[in-house]
């Protein structure tokens, strides 16, 4: 008789999340994600990290990010075929996110294949998963909204509750039951949002739990208020157009790309910034927005009350526009005056952004406008460092364009906000925190300041190690 939980993935470190709780022998998988980073080296912890399908009784999904859902595709081709339980949004955007990527390795296999074969090398490289597989996958999914306790078998009840983090994050309350009869509640945050975020709600409280499966991505740093958001970006279009410049924005298709847009809206239509053309330019972006589309059941009250009741669409407006196909995207590059591009990938690294760039950040009329997060050695970031010289598609370009950034974007709670909805919860009834999903400077940080507010028990998980609740 047996309550375990280990992770075997997103324990030390923010990407791959896989955490198992285990009653009595029986396997329930929270999150399947992908590593991210560098690509061999991510690629080969992806294909060798993967929970022995045969093993797993169940899989729960939090949330639609690539590192949380990653890896169900390979999962369901190496034979699982139990069920996947998500909210009705997660499954959606989950089967976008999964179908891009399963696109871009598809891709990348031609691709090198003529590489090699240019060379008269043999080339042996597979994806890890195709899109057969992500159909598969998306065939499994039984989707459970928020508060409808579900119970998923081998002793085991879940609830989903909203993580304000992305459309459909959730948090899980699972219920466990022992052979003998023993009782005990574990929350998983997930990725745990922040208050005041527009379109989605604020973190739920959760119900009283024995443990607490907590992140800590931003374990070691305090953010910009979701307040500010509003206001700086006003200020970012109007300096821009009184330059008579384009704004270029490198934006996440998911939930960020749906929130600027948003925030165009509600700047629009007080007046506050003029009515010039905005293209959101990304076919990801344009899928994702259409499944915002369909959820009204994830919307915050703000949204309701301005758009809903008034049978506006939030995400469309007379100067906004998508462009889906390549020569639209082209033809932006004509635009005269001041506009505003909003474009992917977030981090400048590949797709129709950096054709963007090559034409705007010689000129100093223009803005490029950072809303998220660069990693190191990434095009996005020696644009936020403001590097005097970009290499772009091989062509050295000097950045003369304004380069601004808002911070006040970010989806993860910071270890503040992470306390501060912490306090909604019965501390009294908590055995033990364990930390997951950061890395180890900001593990750290939030689990000697957790400690410095009087929270006694925390552990941060170590990868495989099994701990018995
Ligand atoms: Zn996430």
Redesign the pocket.
Known sequence: MSIRLHSEGGAGEVTGSKHILSVDGARCLVDCGAYQGKREVAEAKNRALVPDPESLSSVILT?A?F??CGMLPLLAKRGYRGNIYATPATRDLAGIVMMDSAAIQSRDAEYLGKQAAKKGQKFTWQPLYDEEDVITAQGQFVTVSYHRPMPIGDGIKIEFFDAG??LG?SMVYTHARDRSGREVTIGFT??LGRKNKPIIRDPEPLPPCDYLVLEATYGDRLHESVDEALDLLAKVVNDAVARNGKIIIPSFAIERTQELVYYFHVLHDQKRIPEIPIWVDSPMAINATSIFQIHPECYDSDIHEAFIKHHENPFGFNSLHFSASVTDSKRLNDLKGPAIIISADGMCEAGRIQHHLMHIVEDERNTILIVGFMAEHTLGRRIRDREKELRIHGDIYRLKAHVEEIKAFS??ADYQEVWDWMQLLDLARIKKVFLVHGEPKSLQHQSDFLRSKGVKDIQVIRYGERYDL
Do not use: L
């Open positions: 949330h990010h590192d949380h983090h992305i994050s997930g990725d989806a993860h």
